[in-house]
């Protein structure tokens, strides 16, 4: 790949519709949550998919990583997971008289952490260190996590019973939450015709490489944000935290992913530059799940999608 910021800009843009066009193959109907799982993976984030089973969000976190050509491992949570399941553990060789690190399922290049709010909060930890410092720690040694490291969570929004919520810190972690609807008429009826003719998901082949994905990631950093949209990115932050509906505001991390984000979705739709539609656009999948809504608030059916609606109205648009 050139070292030139323009022609890498274009390389990228190249494989990220090389990656939709496969995806599109197999995955029906989910076009923007297809878009928005690519910018998260562009923004070295990880992605939070909330939604009913049996919606295909296992699906899509597989045939994304056949796509790009990266490892995959998929962990259920249940309430009797243990950190160790998910990091890996020491395991004593009788031959060789030592002990030996037997890798768990987080050392894979794209995880998915499916139903992750079915263990407790002592499972959901061991994910942090993982998602954050891209490292785990076992017994005392450290272990880096391979490269690229992306990991797909799932949420269940229906069930109460058995459910650890995730706190706000592990929440934080997630450069992106997006709800997973059901598929239209149309898109059912194709759901159906592709099962029909056997087409798996397994047979998806790559067009990618993860070193391509690494190439893209660095892309996104020469993609230029104008000095008046930086400001229109911290205008939004610090809206949420004078919010008198909000008991906690948006944190740094969340201005820092907001404005990666953005680039991202500047890359993938071809161009060298942000637009601050590109910024609202991402404002609530970016930062919803990130702000606390008071209880009086939440008494009366306001949550952090209407919150950050109300704060992009609100705002004036850069430009304009």
Do not use: W
């Amino acid at each position: 790949m050139s070292e030139n910021p323009a022609t890498q800009i274009i390389d990228a843009y190249n494989i990220t519709q090389r990656l939709i066009a496969n995806l599109q193959r197999f995955v029906i109907g989910k076009e923007r949550i297809m878009e928005l799982g690519l910018v998260a993976l562009l923004a070295e984030g990880h992605l939070l998919i909330q939604g009913v089973p049996g919606l295909g969000k296992t699906t899509l976190a597989k045939a994304m990583a056949l796509s790009t050509g990266c490892t995959f491992k998929r962990i259920q949570f249940v309430p009797d997971l243990l950190p160790s399941d998910i990091t890996g553990t020491n395991i004593y060789n009788q031959q060789s008289g030592a002990f030996e690190f037997h890798p768990g399922p987080i050392m894979a290049q794209m995880v998915l952490a499916d139903e992750i709010n079915r263990s407790p909060s002592k499972s959901q930890a061991a994910l942090l260190e993982s998602m954050e410092e891209s490292q785990a720690t076992v017994d005392g040694v450290t272990y880096p996590m391979p490269n690229p490291f992306f990991v797909i969570a799932t949420l269940n929004p229906i069930e109460y019973h058995g459910i650890f919520p995730l706190p706000e810190a592990q929440l934080d972690r997630f450069i992106i939450r997006i709800n997973l609807e059901y598929a239209s008429f149309e898109e059912e009826l194709a759901i159906i015709d592709l099962k029909e003719q056997n087409i798996v998901v397994d047979k998806l082949e790559s067009v990618s490489t993860p070193e391509d994905i690494i190439m893209c990631q660095q892309a996104i950093k020469s993609v230029y944000v104008d000095q008046n949209i930086r400001k229109y990115i911290v205008n939004i932050m610090q809206a949420s935290r004078q919010h008198q509906d909000l008991a906690l505001g948006a944190s740094h991390r969340g201005s820092l992913d907001l404005f990666k984000t953005a680039q991202a979705l500047a890359l993938i739709r071809g161009r060298e530059f942000v637009l601050p539609d590109d910024v609202r656009e991402l404002s609530i999948p970016v930062l919803s799940h990130r702000i606390l809504t008071s209880p009086q608030s939440r008494a009366t059916g306001l949550n952090g999608e209407k919150i950050v609606t109300g704060i992009l109205d609100n705002l004036p648009i850069p430009g304009i």
